[in-house]
C-alpha cells in the first residue's frame, strides 16, 4: 500500500477527487477517491479508505447539508 507524504508548511493543498467508488468490503464500506496527484507529471491515484458502518451512516448523515452549502456557495 502507498503512504501519502505531506510536503511543505501547512495548511496543504487539498486535493480534488475526480470520481469517488463505494461498495461493502465484508463488514466495513470502502470509498476510493481518484485524485490527480500534484507531481511533475500529473496523474490520476486512487486514494482507499475503510471506515466502520456507524462511520458510514455518519457520512451519509453529512453529505446531502454539506452538498447543500456547496451549491448556495456555487450560485454566488
Known sequence: MGKIKFEGNP???LPIAQT???GA????V???LDV???VKEP????IKV???LDSARSLRAQLQPA????EVHQRR
Do not use: R
Open 11 to 13: 495548511p496543504y493543498a
Open 20 to 22: 469517488v467508488t463505494a
Open 25 to 28: 468490503e465484508g463488514e466495513a
Open 30 to 32: 470502502e470509498m476510493t
Open 36 to 38: 490527480i496527484a500534484p
Open 43 to 46: 496523474s490520476i491515484v486512487p
Open 50 to 52: 475503510q471506515m466502520t
Open 67 to 70: 452538498i447543500t452549502m456547496a
